[in-house]
């Protein structure tokens, strides 16, 4: 009994200082946040802005001719949305072409693959790189081959797991990235491994890679999901497996990109920024509707809105399409750098970059007093389905930024369909259900415009959680 | 209230002969068909067979190299599950060839098409066929296209629907068969489609076109259906769309190949046969899973089940794994020629060739008098859930034995998302639901039986119904 009530009394000490303060939202706030909801919610503005792009572009990796078309296409449309300060700002980034490229067993049966590239291979000479295969299902399995893998094509194959938030990704990527170098030490010729992916659509995924240092470069290819299981089937029976790939990547030399900014000037503090955006680029198989199409469209739509209210926020909100995030992250790289002397002046920075799929709410970064803030925003925004809160927001294009301790937040987005798609020939516009998307643009409108004009300071990141971190 | 009382006395009077009469399932019948059911539900006999397959022979085009090692394989696996009079039976059939094929636009943007050669279609020139891109939404709208299709290429855009029993097919599947010699009649280079499919993942479907004898042959395509949106969408906008495709095809002078037959001897009438058959070959994109390594699965699997039992039924039961469904249909024409002579004694023919869906019951074509024996069945298999019994049988490998009466015999299967993969890469074992491809082995097992043992004669076809007829 006196446990209880001791809990009882703590627990009501420890509500008093909320409930007597006065709120961080004001009346005036709240109306805003819903009308920004409702009106997020209707919008057709992301969807057609999503299918503009694509329209406009098409795939659109760094140093492409899509590349060029997105650029021009960003800088059009955000000036047709009312967008000030429009401009280009140069980028220098990595120029990597896929070329042509096939990939055919020849034992145990002759079958044509389905297989791509890792973004940043080398090719194989043209006739092409010819093996038996040799199969580990990880990163320390490679290893282990030792002597096994010499002369061979190593497969990893090691299955992503699907997960309401991605979480599989992270776990298995490391053969994407890893997986080359790692089979160079122990002598392979080439790699191929099973596509990060959850679909079992026979869609390889492609994703970049990163060569050691030191280690050869060797070709390296993803096979969609359903060609590294008959592959694995054979070796589990101790078959034969002997493929054949060419691949005609390569590295040109750099290129001259852009990220496109344009702005909702602050009514009151326009020299502070919220910064908002997603990734111009794609990989080169699909159109990169999902990656990012969708951030873009969401980032542009929301900011929109923001800017359409009767009165403008106090702060500046600023647009920003980032350059080649997939092969690189040079864009994002040259933003922190070009703006390094205003970052103190970044009041937060939000990425979106997950997809099209339902959002429940966001998540930041930031010093622990922003924490009320954020609490009752959640609130706010909970009877929309908005209300889900948590920390960790941040991307992967304003990662650069954190070592300013700029403040990062990110929508948190059901992302279990995401990575069926992802980095896949069938990134296409088809993909994106409007309603869903929508619930993005609410959430993501609610949260700019709230960091745009709550009087309450926005906390930087704390010195010690300002190491880099990349999605 | 006079006209209600009628009604009952008919009613009674029409159900009177048949409360009367014995049942035509004996209770020995019942007892068997509720074995095979339950057997049937839970092996991995037909899930085995078809990764068995799929693993020794991948595509199986007639002509390519799979096809030769789908007829070793079938004759292999039908010794191995006991079956005997295992043999291949010589049939020419087409060699038609797929070679290297791509597409590009090249207005309004640069991208890569998914796209593939319809069946059949002859090549581009080396250097491919480049033109304006002109569209109609119908075989009709390509006639009325006259004048403005010469020199064009001409787009179908047509959207197939869902449909439980794949309805959508039929109503769209035109545009593939008739396309390319309908749009050559008014002077167009080239054809593309939307592909034949359901699904939107970007995958083209191919299938066999038929050139019209004294018409230009033209090469035809098949769009993924996200490709063929966007081109619609240009299109509807007013746009320019220019587009170059190489296509390789080619048809090769005949092959030889085979249908592969093994028998269950009847135990007391062995020369009368019901027959049992899927076909072996498959389009060259994908693995043949679903069109048709699960129909041989069933078919192979249900009439092993059968032979198990304690007493072989009365009559033979035939496995026929037909060659060349797919491109020409010479394994079924060729199996009707050469048993001719004994065509009369076929008391019965089941084709399974609509995928691996949840089987609900079966069709039939016969005699009227057929039909009490098939509403007991389906009364002892409704318990079951595969007691869907309605008229209408048949399937194109069996097509060709209709002139004679045999009376056919379909599964009534959920063929919902079969028009997803159908004719794709991505028909590849992963898309099998073993639990469902069961309902298969047992509805076709019990039928089988039935067929296989009755004393009720089984009623040929009415001569005024044998007109030949294909799905």
Redesign the interface.
């Known amino acids: 009994m006196k446990t209880y009530s001791l809990c009882l009394l703590a627990s009501a000490l420890a509500a008093a200082p909320l409930a007597s303060a006065p709120p961080l939202l004001t009346d005036g706030m709240r109306a805003d946040v819903a009308s920004l909801v409702a009106s997020g919610k209707a919008t057709d503005g992301a969807y057609e802005t999503i ?1 503009e792009l694509l ?5 659109r990796l760094a140093g492409s ?2 590349d060029a ?1 997105a650029v021009a296409w960003g800088v059009r449309a955000l000036k047709a949305r009312g967008f000030v300060n429009v401009h280009a700002e140069p980028v220098t980034a990595p120029h990597w072409e896929r070329g042509d490229e096939s990939g055919e ?1 020849l034992l ?5 693959l ?1 297989l791509c590239a890792l973004g940043g291979s080398v090719g194989t000479a043209p006739e092409g790189v010819e093996a038996d295969v040799v199969e580990a299902t990880s990163l320390e399995g490679v290893d282990a081959l030792g002597e096994k893998a010499k002369g061979k094509i190593v497969l990893i194959w090691k299955v992503m797991e699907r997960a309401s938030e991605g979480s599989g990704y992270g776990a298995t990527v490391p053969i994407r990235s890893s997986g080359a170098s790692r089979a160079a030490k122990v002598g392979a010729l080439a790699v191929v491994i099973r596509s990060v992916g959850t679909s ?4 390889p995924h492609t994703g970049a890679l990163n060569y050691t240092e030191g280690v050869a470069k060797i070709p390296a290819a993803a096979l969609a ?2 060609d590294a ?2 592959l694995h ?2 070796l589990s029976k101790g078959m034969r497996v002997r493929l054949r790939m060419k691949l005609g990547a390569r590295t040109l030399p750099d290129v001259q990109t852009a990220n496109v900014v344009g702005e909702i000037p602050g009514r009151e503090k326009p020299g502070e920024i919220v910064l908002v955006g997603g990734h111009l680029d794609s990989w080169d198989l ?2 990169g509707a999902l990656d990012d199409g969708a951030g873009c469209g969401i980032a542009i739509e929301s900011a929109r809105l923001v800017g359409k209210l009767p009165a403008r926020p106090r702060r500046t909100i600023r647009v920003v399409l980032f350059a080649n995030e997939e092969n690189g992250l040079a864009g994002g790289r040259a933003y922190a750098k070009a703006h390094a002397d205003e970052l103190g002046r970044h009041v937060a920075a939000v990425e979106t970059d997950s997809g099209a799929g339902r959002v429940r709410g966001f998540a930041w970064s930031a010093g622990p007093a922003t924490e009320p803030l954020m609490k009752e925003l959640g609130a706010a925004l909970a009877p929309s389905g908005l209300g889900e809160v948590r920390k960790g927001g941040g991307g992967a294009d304003i990662s650069p930024m954190r070592a300013a301790g700029v403040p990062m937040f990110s929508p948190v987005q059901d992302s279990s369909r995401y990575f069926d798609i992802h980095h896949t ?2 990134d ?4 994106i259900d409007r309603e869903e998307l929508n619930t993005g643009v609410a959430a993501i409108a609610a949260l700019l415009y709230t960091l745009a004009e709550t009087e309450t300071p926005i906390e930087k990141i704390p010195e010690a959680e300002r190491e880099r971190r990349r999605r």
């Not at 296409?428 to 993909?431: A, E, S, Y």
């Open positions: 299918r329209e406009a572009a098409g795939p001719p899509g078309l067993l145990p049966i002759p079958l044509k389905s079992d659509a026979r869609f999901v359903n299981d008959l089937s054979y699909g159109m020939a069938d296409t516009f088809d993909k």
